[in-house]
């Protein structure tokens, strides 16, 4: 009999959710009838799945052991928790990183609620799929081909996943606690912080790489110009027209020399230490299909070491080596960088590999032909062939960089104006100063890659991405603007929309978010609902927005996730399980509960808040005093009640709560106290001053006071909102308005 497991429901939590703070892919699985059959009821199970992937031993599982899952695989576990390993487990061999994942059951048998991070939809989604083919392969006793699905999975992660000197940037923003977004699905360009505190990165490129810069460290004759003009040592040369001129050049200079495109990258086109014309005339033919002209230069002696300059400071440096093959007498050249170069484990096809594989490209071919060989050739025993000058440049020598000689790379990456610069540099000894030994500075590069910094294929690893981040951020900040989450059953768009209003009067650029659509400011922007994910993350996209009010419900919390990872502010209005219904949002299957409850829902709110920020809690709600001890900030009571217990508690240990008394609105903070204003003064309460009303009103003050906004400001909100500002006689008192009203008509 051949089982099977259905894919019911499928859809993406893309920010933090009742299960954990980053993205995660939540899908609904029905195992039928292996809810009967744990593993340890199915014949072979276990050793197909170990035999497949043997790294399912690292997995710690609930014992908290390596192992640990393998012990719960023999014990009996049942089949969703085991999909949920296996997915993981594929993911990490295609490059992801370490993930997060849960198996919870639901009141139908059979139904399992399956969440798994999801690092790239595309990518988590196809893993999936893997898993699930796997697990019922090995349950059914069939044959699975592990290593084609794994180069699936890792050609879509190599295309739709972050670049490893993308991720290095992003993990050294996420360790400092900076926010990101990624802006483009299958590209590298992120925003790091939120709006009006963020920048922007593209690989190693940022928001402060100014494009005249890149564009002069493409044009190589004009950057050498400009460097020589710096003082900084470059090799005599001049940009050539043909093949003859070439050779002109070549001779004027005197040999050795290097022909290289004037705009090339990434070394294509590069020959060096040529010796006679016709090399040159050679190099020439190659070189000018890879840029739109040529240079000759008087060649350098020395190994090619690659400098990293961030924000004017040398922060890594790589050396480049030569490659060579030792003839057997038996073996041809071909077959010897098969053997004793492409064999080495650290070179590859991937970035992930710090050395590329070596062929017989051009640039080799005529390499072989300056010592009377070819890839076919066989050497001497002995012999010592040549393949390539400078390879990858994949051995760090950060350490031993003169100090002189990294004072010259900054004033190079300076001269050229890029904030992050790979700086191409030829000498015999980085350790000693260049002036000495004719080394000089080749090349000039925008956007360098970080991989051979990040993963050398000899000595220690640097810290690059740090030292992006922190050139793009000053240690005092931290890319986040004020944002304020309104959550809770009831009463969040009038919350949300008098804190707008307050902050605008405070003179900072204003968004808002909520069910009556989108606000920059007082414009109206979206008439829709914008009380969702899309809607919250528009405003932190936009770069001017200095404070952000974003309504998000239950609906938003357990079907899509919170559009920020952390906020200063959040606010619960209030729980009320009996008003609200989740079938309505289509986010069940028929006849299963969510397997949540209302407490863990809306405490999602109060998990993400900063530790220098706030809760605002209703008092009056049962359910506030459980969620105090889940902030990590300060918590910030309002109460329509002055003599609600919860209030009374709170305030006698010294905090602050905002409530009403004898119909004014007080600031409360433990003994003390300041009075706002008359409930009669507020407008938007009415009178006919609903409780909800109420509660709105104080919910918002309570979130203005704990964002540091002024009592003058917080009074003018509650007085001004709603109101017609065009009208002379607004802020006025109500009697007086209607008499002035009346005068003025008279």
């Given at each position: 009999m051949s089982h099977d497991i259905r894919i019911i429901k499928q859809f993406s939590l893309r920010g933090p959710s009742i299960w954990?703070?980053?993205?995660?892919?939540?899908?609904?699985?029905?195992?039928?009838?292996?809810?009967?059959?744990?593993?340890?009821?199915?014949?072979?199970?276990?050793?197909r799945l170990t035999a497949w992937l043997p790294s399912l031993i690292e997995h710690r599982c609930n014992y908290d052991e390596r192992g640990g899952f393998l012990r719960r695989l023999q014990e009996g576990t049942w089949a969703g928790h085991i999909l949920e390993h296996i997915v993981l487990?594929?993911?990490?061999?295609?490059?992801?990183?370490?993930?997060?994942?849960?198996?919870?059951?639901?009141?139908?048998?059979?139904?399992?609620?399956?969440?798994?991070?999801?690092?790239?939809?595309?990518?988590?989604?196809?893993?999936?799929?893997?898993?699930?083919?796997?697990?019922?392969?090995?349950?059914?006793?069939?044959?699975?081909?592990?290593?084609?699905?794994?180069?699936?999975?890792?050609?879509?992660?190599?295309?739709?996943?972050?670049?490893?000197?993308?991720?290095?940037?992003?993990?050294?923003?996420?360790?400092?606690?900076?926010?990101?977004?990624?802006?483009?699905?299958?590209?590298?360009?992120?925003?790091?912080?939120?709006?009006a505190a963020m920048r922007r990165i593209w690989t190693a490129e940022?928001?402060?790489?100014?494009?005249?810069?890149?564009?002069?460290?493409?044009?190589?004759?004009?950057?050498?110009?400009?460097?020589?003009?710096?003082g900084v040592p470059v090799p005599e040369g001049r940009e050539v027209d043909s093949a003859d001129d070439a050779v002109d050049a070549a001779e004027d200079i005197g040999y050795p020399v290097v022909v290289k495109p004037t705009d090339g990258n990434h070394g294509r086109g590069v020959f060096i230490d040529l010796v006679s014309p016709d090399a040159v005339r050679k190099a020439y033919a190659i070189a000018v299909d890879e840029g739109s002209g040529v240079l000759v230069e008087r060649s350098i002696a020395g190994s090619e070491h690659r400098l990293l300059v961030v924000g004017d400071k040398l922060v890594a440096a790589n050396r480049s080596d030569l490659i060579t093959v030792t003839g057997d007498g038996q073996s041809s050249v071909l077959e010897l960088i098969a053997r004793?170069?492409?064999?080495?484990?650290?070179?590859?096809?991937?970035?992930?590999?710090?050395?590329?594989?070596?062929?017989?490209?051009?640039?080799?071919?005529?390499?072989?032909?300056?010592?009377?060989?070819?890839?076919?050739?066989v050497p001497a025993a002995g012999r010592e062939v040549l393949i390539q000058r400078n390879a990858n440049h994949a051995f760090d020598c950060t350490d031993e960089v003169h100090p002189e000689t990294a004072a010259i790379a900054a004033l190079a990456a300076r001269v050229v104006g890029l904030d992050i610069a790979g700086i191409d540099l030829v000498c015999r000894d980085i350790a000693q100063p260049l002036a000495g030994q004719g080394g000089a500075i080749v090349e000039v590069n925008a956007g360098p890659s970080l991989l051979m910094h990040l993963k050398p294929g000899i000595g220690k690893p640097r810290p690059v991405g740090q030292a992006i981040v922190d050139n793009l951020f000053a240690a005092e900040r931290s890319g986040r603007i004020p944002v304020i989450g309104v959550s809770?059953?009831?009463?969040?768009?009038?919350?949300?929309?008098?804190?707008?209003?307050?902050?605008?009067?405070?003179?900072?650029?204003?968004?808002?978010?909520?069910?009556?659509?989108?606000?920059?400011?007082?414009?109206?922007?979206?008439?829709?609902?914008?009380?969702?994910?899309?809607?919250?993350?528009?405003?932190?996209?936009?770069?001017?927005?200095?404070?952000?009010?974003?309504?998000?419900?239950?609906r938003v919390i357990l079907g899509e996730g919170l559009p920020y990872d952390r906020c200063q502010i959040g606010i619960v209005t209030n729980v009320l399980p009996d008003t609200e219904d989740l079938s309505a949002w289509d986010i069940q299957p028929t006849g299963s509960e969510y397997y949540t409850t209302w407490r863990a829902t809306?405490?999602?709110?109060?998990?993400?808040?900063?530790?220098?920020?706030?809760?605002?809690?209703?008092?009056?709600?049962?359910?506030?005093?459980?969620?105090?001890?889940?902030?990590?900030?300060?918590?910030?009571?309002?109460?329509?009640?002055?003599?609600?217990?919860?209030l009374d508690q709170h305030l006698a240990a010294g905090k602050r709560a905002v409530y009403v008394s004898e119909s004014r609105l007080y600031l409360g903070s433990g003994e003390e106290e300041s009075r706002l204003c008359r409930l009669g003064d507020v407008p938007f309460i009415g009178k006919e001053k609903h409780p909800h009303t109420i509660a709105a009103a104080l919910a918002a003050v309570a979130a203005a006071w704990g964002l540091g906004l002024s009592q003058d400001v917080i009074v003018t909100g509650l007085r001004t909102y709603g109101l017609d500002l065009a009208d002379p006689f607004a802020l006025l008192p109500r009697r007086a308005r209607k008499s002035a009203h009346l005068a003025n008509r008279i």
């Open positions: 954990t703070y980053p993205p995660s892919l939540e899908t609904w699985i029905d195992i039928g009838d292996l809810e009967a059959l744990p593993s340890n009821k199915i014949p072979g199970l276990y050793e487990e594929l993911m990490s061999l295609a490059g992801l990183p370490d993930g997060f994942g849960r198996t919870r059951e639901t009141t139908t048998p059979g139904i399992y609620k399956l969440i798994v991070s999801d690092f790239h939809g595309e990518c988590t989604r196809l893993a999936l799929e893997q898993g699930r083919e796997l697990l019922l392969a090995a349950i059914n006793d069939q044959t699975y081909d592990l290593a084609a699905a794994n180069k699936a999975l890792r050609r879509k992660v190599d295309r739709k996943y972050l670049g490893p000197s993308t991720a290095a940037i992003v993990e050294a923003a996420e360790a400092r606690k900076i926010p990101h977004i990624r802006l483009l699905d299958d590209g590298n360009l992120v925003q790091l912080g939120y709006g940022t928001d402060q790489t100014s494009a005249i810069a890149e564009t002069i460290s493409r044009d190589k004759d004009l950057t050498k110009d400009l460097l020589a003009a710096a004793q170069v492409n064999s080495d484990p650290r070179r590859g096809e991937s970035e992930l590999h710090p050395l590329s594989i070596i062929r017989i490209d051009t640039a080799a071919r005529i390499e072989l032909e300056r010592q009377n060989l070819s890839g076919d050739s809770g059953s009831r009463g969040k768009t009038p919350v949300a929309r008098l804190l707008a209003h307050m902050l605008h009067l405070s003179g900072l650029r204003s968004a808002l978010a909520c069910s009556a659509g989108l606000y920059l400011g007082n414009r109206h922007i979206q008439n829709k609902d914008a009380a969702n994910w899309a809607g919250g993350r528009r405003l932190l996209l936009n770069r001017s927005v200095d404070a952000a009010v974003i309504e998000n419900g239950s809306y405490r999602t709110q109060i998990d993400v808040i900063l530790a220098s920020g706030a809760a605002v809690l209703n008092a009056e709600d049962p359910l506030t005093e459980e969620f105090i001890p889940l902030c990590d900030g300060e918590v910030i009571l309002f109460s329509a009640d002055p003599d609600a217990p919860l």
